[in-house]
């Protein structure tokens, strides 16, 4: 009954213009469901053209898995997917990125499938003790008993305040746990779009909320020549509206809407 309950609001959230349904199964209390119970919600996407996106279920040890299950809702359900900000994370899965673009790009052959990437290799989100052990350096975005403490690193503040983990919940972090060569290979990846996944509300913000795609543009086109200027301006541009089903935006020509940015 849940399950037809939370299906019917999919199916009305669609009527009223949304265009899919997005998962954080990361996340607690969505970890919690099974990939069944995943694809019986999103049963209505197919009769309205929607997609599925996801934060996958594990994005380390068993990235393969979560990668899987990701490919199987879109199969059963017959949408689209994307694959939010992928990554590869904790020091144990550092190089992985070369074994999970090919099996990407092998599921493209069969069904439609997106991912996008943001251009750091620190991660953020809530803080957790679970999540401060894969990270080799931890920043404070944001402390609701303390917040004192934003901005600052886990370390220093242990030792300047001697507070713990669970002193400081609920918080927020930026997490150091990816590999600079997975964040390369796979910006560098043809299909690959360029993402920010801002936190507006945290007191010191990731820089990605504001600075993803000067740095995309700056850094990795003209510094470090992972692609043309004109490759880069389509990730972020084109290859999106297209993904995400939104005409007539994207690309300069006529009869499409003239939102241009001019620079040097």
Known sequence: REIER??????????????GVSTGLYYEPASAAPCEEVIEICRPLADRNGIYCTHMRDEGERIMESLEETFRVGREVGVPVVISHHKVAGKASHGRSAQTLPFIEKAMRTQEVGLDCYPYHASSTILSASRVANASKVLVTWSKPHPEVAGMDLADIKKKFSFTVEDLLPAGAIYFSMDEKDVQRILSFEHTMIGSDGLPHDSHPHPRLWGSFPRVLGHYAREEGLFRMEEAVRRMTGLPAAKFGLTNRGQVRAGA?????VFD
């Open 6 to 19: 939370m299906r019917a609001m999919v199916d009305e959230a669609m009527a009223a213009g949304a265009i």
């Open 257 to 261: 809407y003239a939102d241009i940015t």
